[in-house]
Every structure is written in C-alpha cells, then in structure tokens.
C-alpha cells in the first residue's frame, strides 16, 4: 500500500467523494423497490405487474418507466404524486430496511475513515429523492459519516448527468469550499453512475457489488473498478491520489 501524506493540520479538503447509495453503499432489500410498486398502484389505482431495470436510475426516471411499461396514459400527470406517495411508503421503513438489507463490504470501516480525515469531504450523490435516501442510509446508522446538505438527488434532477453540478453547488454555498472537477469522485455501481461522472469531468470509481459484476463493470474504463471496497487502505490512498 502507498505511504500518504498527511496534510497539515486545517487544511480544507482537497477531494469530494460522492457516494451513490443502492448497490455502493447497502442493498436497501425489497421493500424499497416493492415502494415504488405501491406508489404507482395507489396513484393510478391499477396493478402495475411490469418491472424495469433501477440500477443507477433517478427515483423520477424510474417512475416515468414503471407508468410507461404499464401503458398509463398521460403518464406525466401522475409522477409528482407518486413521487410523493413514494415517500410515505418508504418514510417508516428504515427497521425494515435495517432487518433485511445489508451494508456492502468495507463501507462501515471506509465512511468513518474518510469522515476522520481531513483530505475528504464526502456526501451522496444518487437517484433516490433526498428523503428516501436519508431514509436508507440513516437505517444502518451512515448518516453520520456523511454531509447530506451538501449531496445531489433524484429530487434535483431526474437525469443523473445533472447531479455533479449540483452537488459542486451546494459546497460551495453551503460549505464554502470549491473543488474542480479533477477532485472529484462519484462512487457507483453503474453505467449510469459513469455517465454522471464523465458529463461533469469528475473521476469515477465503480464497484462491482450492485447489480453488475466487477467483469462486467471494466469495459466501461471507469478510472478504477474494483470487486468490492473492502481494502479500506486502499480505496484511501485511491481516492486521495
Ligand atoms: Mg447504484
């Protein structure tokens, strides 16, 4: 493992690591994508039997997918509303979230360490709405490891492309840091999470542990893809490089 060097005692962080949350940081289990089942059957009062991929989607992109496979006409009319219903399924269901997902390898010992070390400033970036996502990362207790005030979501913006900006955004206004896009890495399990990378010039690690395998994952020639981020010390000195 490289040696690092520790910075100087008070300098600002000279990396921002946006961390997608389905299939980087846990796997939230069925009840989070049976939600959005529910959403869609409540609002539009017919069974949607019709499933669509997730991976790396925005909560709104996935809505938008759901009512087209179920031939829901003017499908544009009803997002707003399941989007809303969406978070009241899910506004309780962090015991359940808790008791049948998992936090992924490594994420338990890496988010304190990046958390402990002043190089890092790190939140989410991801297609959950903002609340969804405190939801499923306050149920295994990540929440505090990370800055959520200052990440990017599917309620800022239902093309992920858009997210990094928004994200650079907020830090800068809301922590009053300025990071190029050189300093910045989004951490996900998808194409799509290297798409939103790449629109903005930010780095990309991604991780086989969603839906894709590391094999699959190297084709897309993210800057680094790795099995799983279980080599804590390594991903460190990864992401500070
Ligand atoms: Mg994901």
């Known amino acids: 493992m490289p040696e690092t060097v520790r910075p100087t005692a008070g300098a600002p962080p000279s990396r921002l690591v946006l961390w997608d949350v389905d299939g980087t940081l846990l796997r939230a289990g069925e009840v989070a994508s049976a939600a959005f089942t529910r959403a869609v059957e409540a609002i539009v009062g017919r069974p949607v039997r019709h499933r669509v991929r997730m991976s790396g989607k925005t909560d709104p992109q996935i809505v938008g997918e759901l009512l087209a496979e179920a031939g829901v006409p003017d499908p544009k009319r009803h997002v707003t509303a399941i989007l809303a219903r969406l978070q009241v399924e ?95 890495w989004v951490i996900g399990d998808s194409d799509n999470d290297l798409a939103c990378a790449r629109a903005a010039g930010a780095r990309c690690l991604l991780v086989g542990t969603g839906r894709a395998t590391r094999e699959e994952l190297l084709p897309l020639g993210a800057d680094a893809t790795l099995a799983d981020l279980s080599d804590v010390a390594g991903v460190v000195a990864l992401l500070a490089g």
Request: charged letters at 25%; zero cysteines; hydrophobic letters at 45%.
């Open 90 to 184: 899910l506004r309780g269901a962090g015991p359940v979230i808790a008791a049948r997902g998992e936090v992924l390898p490594g994420i338990r010992e890496l988010l304190p360490t990046l958390h402990a070390d002043p190089r890092f400033l790190q939140t989410l970036l991801t297609g959950n709405l903002a609340p969804n996502a405190r939801v499923k990362v306050g149920a295994f207790g990540l929440d505090r490891w990370l800055d959520l005030e200052v990440g990017a979501y599917g309620s800022d913006d239902a093309d992920r492309r858009n997210l990094v900006p928004v994200a650079l955004e907020r830090v800068a206004r809301r922590r009053g840091r300025r990071f190029e896009p050189g300093a910045v």
